[in-house]
Each structure stands twice: as structure tokens, then as C-alpha cells.
């Protein structure tokens, strides 16, 4: 399987090139390999706007990874929130996900989920994703998210809205009943993402610092934090989380 390429990151709290600070993102990017389900999100996109009496939601698709980071790159300007399945033809388990929160660390993204797992909805979640939504449960109510996000923000729709795995603090319960510490997890680094990525590919230290131009000192720091974050105790564990 070939990796997408993955463009180059704004920074913290740096608007993409041209953007002014007073741009307004109101558009979807929905990334579903399945067009039944892309069709069935359009539609109900339409029709919860129309019955709201909103402005029209441009709702971009794409049934693959490489397609969704293409169009990420094409319209970012415009797309407020990313709905990310997880099981895609290019791209295993969280793949797509570190690599959309490395390339675009600001950006909102709902997990769309076919798996209905405590530990996948913690490890998106621990990864960045604003919201997990398994696609056995209502997706009226993922779609009521994604709009709030869009008009509101996604700390307001985060408010609004509390179903099961919607946000960090709705897992709080779960949490304790879990050897995985996903309250400090929420806000791994850039760096951390991109060392994540190098070792679920089998890197070592030394070749993730030689990638990195980082000391293999600090490689070992990120790897040390990536291991408390997802409550495991060797990179081999570590791997086989992430890819489970």
C-alpha cells in the first residue's frame, strides 16, 4: 500500500496563504470509501439545511485517503470540519487520521466509525478527532455535530451535544474503568504525530531522528510519551494497539 503524500503543516494558529483572519469556513469534507454512504450524507445534509432555513453546505467527497488529503489541500480555506472514516482502501485503522491531524493540526475532524469500540473511540479521540460517531448509531445525530461545528464552532457543538463518544469528557466515565490515560493524551504535538507515524512504519530511533533531524534522545522522549499516552509498555504493544 503506497503512503498519500502528506503536505506541508500551517502552523499553530497560522491561516493558509492568502486567507484573511476574517474568512469564513463553512464547507464538509466527507471521507467514506462508500458511496451509498456519501449519497445518504449529502442527502441529509440538503435536507437538515433546507428544513433550518440555512445557507447550502458544500459537502466535498472522497472514497480514499490520497483523494482527501488532495482536496484538504485544494480547499482549506473553505472546509470547517472533516467526517473521517477510518476504514479506507489506502490507509489502515488511524493512518488516515495521524496524517491529516499531522499535515493540518487545527483542523476539525468527526471520526465515522463501523466499529463500535470504547478503545478505537479513545484512541481517535487521544489522536485529536473532535468527535467519534460509530456508523451503527444515529448518524442524525453525528450530522446535528458536524452542523453545530460548521455555524457554532466545535467547543459550542461540543457543549451542545454529548451522545456517547462525542467528545474527550463523554469517555470520562469509561476512562475509569480503563488502563489507557486519554485525559493528557488529547494534545499530542506535532512532532509526537509524526514520530507515531514513522514507528507504526517500523523505524527505529535512530533512523525516526536521521527523518526528523532530531536527537535520538529526544526520539526516545516522544516514543516514552506516545507509550504513556495509550497505556502500553513497548513499542511493539504500542503498534499492535494502533493497528487492532
Given at each position: ?13 497560522e ?18 470509501d ?5 449519497l ?9 439545511t ?11 467527497e472522497?472514497?480514499?485517503l ?33 496524517a ?31 468527535a467519534?460517531?460509530?456508523?451503527s ?8 455535530f ?6 457554532h ?38 512532532r ?15 533512523e ?15 516514543v ?21
Open positions: 500500500m503506497n503512503a498519500p503524500t502528506i503536505p506541508p503543516a500551517c502552523a499553530a494558529g491561516a493558509p496563504p492568502g486567507i484573511g483572519a476574517g474568512h469564513t469556513r463553512s464547507a464538509i469534507l466527507l471521507v467514506d462508500h458511496e451509498l454512504v456519501r445518504g450524507f449529502r442527502a441529509l445534509v440538503a435536507a437538515q433546507r428544513q433550518a432555513g440555512l445557507a447550502a453546505i458544500t459537502v466535498h472522497a472514497g480514499t490520497a483523494q482527501a488529503l488532495a482536496i484538504q489541500q485544494e480547499h482549506d480555506q473553505d472546509i470547517a470540519v472533516v467526517v473521517l472514516d477510518l476504514s479506507l482502501t489506502d490507509s489502515r485503522d488511524l493512518d488516515g487520521l495521524i491529516f491531524r499531522k499535515a493540518w493540526p487545527l483542523v476539525t475532524i468527526v471520526v465515522l466509525s463501523g466499529t463500535a469500540s470504547d478503545t478505537v473511540a479513545r484512541d481517535a479521540l487521544a489522536l485529536g478527532a473532535a467519534f460517531f460509530p456508523k448509531g444515529n448518524l442524525g445525530d453525528m450530522l446535528d458536524v452542523q453545530a461545528c460548521v455555524t464552532g466545535v467547543q459550542s457543538a461540543s457543549q451542545r451535544f454529548t451522545p456517547p463518544w462525542t467528545t474527550l469528557t463523554s469517555l470520562s466515565q469509561a476512562q475509569r474503568q480503563s488502563d489507557t490515560p486519554i485525559g493528557s493524551a488529547h494534545h499530542l504535538t506535532t509526537q504525530l509524526q514520530t507515531l507515524q514513522l514507528v507504526l512504519q517500523g523505524k527505529s530511533n535512530r525516526i531522528g536521521e527523518l526528523t533531524h532530531l536527537s535520538e534522545g529526544t526520539v526516545k522522549n516522544h516514552s510519551m506516545l507509550l504513556l499516552t495509550f497505556g502500553v509498555r513497548s513499542r511493539s504493544q504500542l503498534i499492535s494497539k494502533m493497528r487492532s
